[in-house]
């Protein structure tokens, strides 16, 4: 079997063999839109994700 990628869009691929020898292949896609999007956000003082880690980084901070 011959597996072709795009080395734009994946960063790796794995190849493992499960306990039932099946082949696992995992291909580990590279960070692009999702990570800029996640940067805006984690920018963003009023995003969801935003408030999520400045409650935990006080949380943290008060033990």
Known sequence: ??????????S????D??????TIITLVKK???EAER????????NSKISKSLKRAFD?????
């Open 1 to 10: 079997m011959n597996i072709t990628l795009n080395s734009d869009q994946w």
């Open 12 to 15: 790796d691929v794995k190849i």
């Open 17 to 22: 063999t499960n306990i039932e020898g099946d």
């Open 31 to 33: 960070a692009g839109d």
């Open 38 to 45: 996640l940067a805006k956000d984690i920018d963003n003082p």
């Open 59 to 63: 949380i943290n901070r008060r033990r």
